[in-house]
T-cell receptor, first 109, second 116 residues
Framework: DAKTTQPTSMDCAEGRAANLPCNHSTISGNEYVYWYRQIHSQGPQYIIHGLKNNETNEMASLIITEDRKSSTLILPHATLRDTAVYYCIVRTYGQNFVFGPGTRLSVLP | GAGVSQTPSNKVTEKGKYVELRCDPISGHTALYWYRQSLGQGPEFLIYFQGTGAADDSGLPNDRFFAVRPEGSVSTLKIQRTERGDSAVYLC??????????????FGPGTRLTVL
């Protein structure tokens, strides 16, 4: 079973920041938070991951709360091409990825 | 560069038939993964290869499913006596090495299997 809970769906206006929440209240100390997304009819695509510090790359930012029980993926300026299902996954060394149903993000013009 | 490729992109078969799905990972990637994705669900892990050997096949649903990677690159997922419930998108992913903390998996586009 997935160790995370995410809203089923979200809308975001084009050009605005998309903030996707994820709860992982049972996360253990050696588990990382990963985010993948899946655009329609494509395979999932890696976005970002982190342990406890906030992370940023060219695609997104990952904000992890101090207690690590939740995190937020931020797409700073959402475009129509960001419409996808976003998966939040917690995983440690040697574990396989367990995908939940994710959040379906719709970026609206 | 070339990403993960999967063939065929679509496969329609009849119940009871045998099917093979092929995955070509990114060159140099030692780890290869198979997932199955049903409509509206996230990918479900099936099997993980490190090199030629199956390091973890705990996700295979039953003994009708089998996968090989004889030379440590291309992999084939084999399904015997297909059932309608096997209909799904079968995804393949590869990573530079498996089991590490940093383990970005690159996914192929999938093979859509339909069992009539």
């Amino acid at each position: 079973d997935a160790k995370t809970t995410q809203p089923t769906s979200m809308d975001c206006a084009e050009g605005r920041a998309a903030n996707l929440p994820c709860n992982h209240s049972t996360i253990s100390g050696n588990e990382y938070v990963y985010w993948y997304r899946q655009i329609h009819s494509q395979g999932p695509q890696y976005i970002i991951h982190g342990l406890k510090n906030n992370e940023t790359n060219e695609m997104a930012s990952l904000i992890i709360t101090e207690d690590r029980k939740s995190s937020t993926l931020i797409l700073p300026h959402a475009t129509l091409r960001d419409t996808a299902v976003y998966y939040c996954i917690v995983r440690t060394y040697g574990q396989n990825f367990v995908f939940g149903p994710g959040t379906r993000l719709s970026v609206l013009p | 560069g070339a990403g993960v490729s999967q063939t065929p992109s679509n496969k329609v078969t009849e119940k009871g038939k045998y099917v093979e799905l092929r995955c070509d990972p990114i060159s140099g990637h030692t780890a290869l993964y198979w997932y199955r994705q049903s409509l509206g669900q996230g990918p479900e892990f099936l099997i993980y290869f490190q090199g030629t050997g199956a390091a973890d096949d705990s996700g295979l649903p039953n003994d009708r499913f089998f996968a090989v990677r004889p030379e440590g690159s291309v992999s084939t997922l084999k399904i015997q006596r297909t059932e309608r419930g096997d209909s799904a998108v079968y995804l393949c992913a590869s990573s530079l090495k498996g089991g590490s903390t940093y383990n970005e998996q690159f996914f192929g586009p999938g093979t859509r299997l339909t069992v009539l």
